[in-house]
């Protein structure tokens, strides 16, 4: 309120006032732009005809996605520049390893054996291990940066993510998984592959989040909203949750809360639904866990018929 009464002054000398700010809503941060224009005479309908001073237009505009997408589109960039300058000087730190390696395996026992020849080849070993880390690291920086465009076309979600889950047989040991799928799902305009990839993505993370759990359980929904013309997927999990604080950062490229992971997991799933013209968002799942909800418009075809 003291932010508007700024800008209300602010407007009655200057016609118009703007500021952006961060509010906090509903443990969400909200980013707004806010424009304060100073009616010039009485508005429509006033009771005070006379007194035009004092009568404000306070419009407050939600730019969150707007400043998330342009933070991702931005992080795209830097992880090309990334990708660009790991790759060049990796190829001559590999050659070089095994050049030493192939040297130490010419040598005669006597001197291969040596305290510094072990010590040589398992310096080695560890500097080729790091190396196809940062590889693969490059790697996902690249696809991360040469995103395929989508290639949409009408797409039974439930067959997607019957297709997803079969890619996990047998490496989800000890996790519960349960699928409610709506039967007669109306279908959407998506790329088969990318949303492949988005739901492997979503299970892989939701498995990770559960390595400690005392209760691991994978729950998959699907439902139509007929109101507001939406197909709605749901991927839950009994794991350790997303705080508050992360909860804003969760989809931004190489923002991570493992240990050792690249971050670009969540923030592909991102892209690809708004690539989708979709809406994901991340919720505290009852009694444990997180809940990840994907909203995707419906097509106009009608639905997919056959479902499960």
């Known amino acids: 309120m003291r932010e508007l009464d700024y800008l209300m002054k602010r407007s009655a000398r200057m016609r118009q006032a703007t500021r952006q700010m961060d509010v906090k809503r509903g443990g969400r941060n909200l980013n ?104 693969r690291l490059v790697d996902e920086f690249s696809q991360f940066s040469r995103f395929p465009k989508a290639v949409p076309a009408p797409t039974s979600l439930n067959q997607v993510i019957e297709s997803s889950l079969s890619l996990f047989n047998g490496r989800l040991n000890g996790i519960s998984v349960e699928t409610r799928f709506a039967s007669d799902l109306p279908s959407v305009h998506a790329d088969t592959s990318q949303f492949r990839r988005l739901f492997v993505n979503l299970i892989e993370n939701a498995a990770e989040a559960m390595e400690n759990s005392s209760v691991r359980e994978l729950v998959i929904m699907t439902r139509a909203d007929l109101r507001r013309d939406v197909v709605e ?76």
């Open 233 to 308: 997927v749901t991927v839950a999990d009994t794991g350790h949750g997303v705080s508050p604080e992360d909860k804003e950062k969760l989809f931004l490229p190489y923002f991570s809360t493992k240990e050792r992971g690249t971050g670009l997991g969540l923030a592909i799933v991102s892209h690809i639904v708004a690539e989708h013209e979709g809406v994901i968002r991340v919720e505290e799942n009852e009694p444990v866990g997180a809940r990840f909800i994907i909203e995707l418009p419906m097509t106009t075809s009608g639905q997919v018929t056959g479902e499960k």
């Open 32 to 135: 707004l732009a806010i424009t304060v224009s100073a009616l010039a005479g009485d508005p429509p309908g006033s009771i005070t005809p006379g007194q035009g001073s004092g009568w404000f237009v306070v419009v407050l505009e939600d730019m969150s996605d707007l400043l998330r997408a342009q933070k991702a589109a931005a992080w795209g960039e830097v992880a090309q520049r990334i990708a660009h300058e790991i790759k060049n000087p990796l190829t001559p730190i590999a050659l070089s390893t095994e050049r030493i390696r192939l040297w130490l395996q010419r040598q005669p026992a006597s001197d291969g054996g040596t305290e510094l020849g072990r010590v040589v080849q398992e310096s080695c070993s560890l500097i080729q291990e790091e190396v196809e880390t940062l590889k």
